[in-house]
């Protein structure tokens, strides 16, 4: 039985292999890959002008975030969680894996991040739009929000800013829904998406591939149970705080283990998990 099922992967491997390498080969040198550059553009750019479009949004998501240790071993680890957006400020959104269960709310005004696990909350004003709200999360507070370039009213722009090739890989299926797969190159990652074919071209799986990390590790996130405007369940956005809840400053909740993307028993060396 052992040596019938070497063989069996022996052949499995071989076969994915001679695949691979037709897939690689066709698409280097497909001209009809390189014809459907602006075709892929103009999927992406309606993808992005039909979700900012939308008044309310809500799905739920599978994320990946792969890491590679010091030994050269790729690690993935699995979170899922939900978002509900209204334009033009307010939002909710939830991230729960092994090891962290946080809970993100913005009204307009003041930002609320709490840690369920820990019991923990801090709160700053930031006024202003979710636009604003994302790239003070990025860039400020390092907390970015799940897929949060796909959620901006600018999204097209920002998606391509760095862009140096462009690839219509045709059609997918994601979670049972006919995909319209697009791949996009820039000098420090490689990114893919997945849009849903029809009236309704939401973004159904988002991936980043780093090229500056030994691995190339990616990020991924997977939307499901997508709901737009009036299919979206009626939020206050306020925010309550759970019984005996502590509230710490941002710089004290930033410290704290298992807040974060990353476990407390990873420790990040010389930009390499």
Not at 49 to 54: C, G, S, V
Not at 133 to 141: A, C
Not at 163 to 182: M, N, P, Q, R, S
């Amino acid at each position: 039985m052992t040596s019938i099922s070497r063989k069996f992967r022996e052949l499995v491997v071989a076969g994915l292999s001679a695949l691979m390498l037709t897939l690689v080969a066709g698409i280097t040198t497909s001209p009809s890959a390189v014809a459907g550059e602006e075709e892929a553009k103009a999927l992406l750019k309606a993808m992005t002008d039909y979700m900012a479009q939308q008044r309310a949004i809500s799905f739920d998501f599978d994320a990946i975030l792969e890491v590679v240790t010091k030994d050269k071993q790729k690690l993935a680890l699995a979170s899922s969680g939900t978002v509900i957006l209204n334009r033009p400020d307010k939002i909710r959104a939830s991230r729960s894996g092994g090891f962290a269960d946080i809970e993100t709310v913005f009204d307009g005004n003041t930002l609320t991040v709490l840690g369920k696990n820990a019991n923990v909350y801090t709160q700053v004003e930031i006024p202003g739009s979710i636009d604003h709200l994302v790239d003070e999360l990025k860039d400020k507070y390092n907390r970015p929000l799940p897929a949060a370039d796909l959620l901006l009213t600018n999204a097209y722009d920002e998606l391509m800013a760095n862009v140096v090739d462009v690839k219509d890989l045709g059609i997918g299926v994601i979670g049972g829904t006919e995909c319209d797969h697009l791949a996009f190159r820039e000098k420090e990652v490689d990114w893919q998406i997945w849009i849903a074919q029809g009236d309704r071209p939401y973004p159904c799986r988002y991936t980043i591939t780093s090229k500056l990390i030994t691995g190339d590790p990616q990020y991924s996130v997977q939307v499901r149970d997508w709901k737009t405007n009036d299919e979206v369940a009626a939020d206050s956005f306020s925010f309550e705080a759970p019984a005996g809840a502590k509230q710490v400053d941002i710089a004290d909740l930033k410290k704290m283990k298992d807040m974060g993307e990353l476990p407390s028993n990873f420790v990040v060396i010389g930009g390499e998990e």
